[in-house]
């Protein structure tokens, strides 16, 4: 390993080129040593669909917040994205001695944001914490059904999907209900959102 005039902390490796051959493409594995464990770093890829899917996603998290009316606020969002990656996150690092860029707990937060709403949260009530918890429950529900609910070594449902149906059934329209977006008037921004997702699905 070069030499390096940083000193990390006690235990803990700076990241470092692993020692193995390189990966297809020829780009070398990095790892971080913690406490005398190699833990690899996987980084996302540009070609991973999972980020296609979540720029599409952030794009309409803005119109919305924007332009299209959305209920919802920055905060509830920030924190479904918070909880299912930092649940992927620490999953993978005690389970598969990994640390990764959790881009699938990232999408199972983004996607329960888009359509989860809580009745009482107003359009331009940017910071509004109301229903959190509700957030926080469905996204955590939907990343549970993700890791123990599988089948030969593959979870079965979309785990942002299973968790909603779940969540509008069992807490009912007094404290839940989905996105309204599709009974909207047609207008400029409803065209762009449709050009959008269309674009997003060919």
């Known amino acids: 390993m070069a030499s390096t005039d940083v000193t990390p902390p006690q235990g803990i490796g ?12 020829g780009v070398r594995r990095r790892s ?6 190699e833990y690899p770093v996987i980084l996302p890829s ?22 299209l009316g959305f209920r919802l606020s920055i905060t509830q969002i920030l924190v479904c994205l918070a909880t299912g990656a930092l ?14 860029w959790p881009a699938s707990g990232l999408l199972t937060g983004n996607s329960t944001a888009f359509i ?11 910071w509004s914490t109301h229903g ?3 957030f926080i429950g469905v996204v955590a529900l939907g990343m ?32 839940t209900e989905p996105l309204d977006l599709w009974w909207r008037p047609m207008g400029l921004w409803m ?12």
């Open 32 to 37: 971080v040593h913690i406490r005398g464990r």
């Open 144 to 175: 549970a059904t993700k890791y123990l609910i599988r089948w030969r070594g593959r979870h079965i449902f979309n785990p942002s999907n299973v968790a909603l149906v779940l969540a509008f059934v069992v807490l009912g329209v007094q404290r």
């Open 132 to 134: 959190i918890e509700i």
């Open 14 to 25: 700076l990241p470092v080129d692993s020692g193995r051959p390189p990966a297809a493409g």
């Open 191 to 202: 065209i762009v959102t449709y050009v959008i997702l269309v674009g997003a699905c060919s």
């Open 116 to 126: 989860l709403r809580v009745p009482g949260t107003l359009h331009g009530d940017w």
């Open 87 to 100: 649940i992927e996150f620490l999953v993978v690092f005690f389970k598969d001695h990994a640390i990764i």
């Open 46 to 67: 540009i070609r991973d669909p999972r980020l296609h899917v979540a720029a599409v996603l952030l794009t309409l998290q803005a119109l919305g917040q924007t332009v």
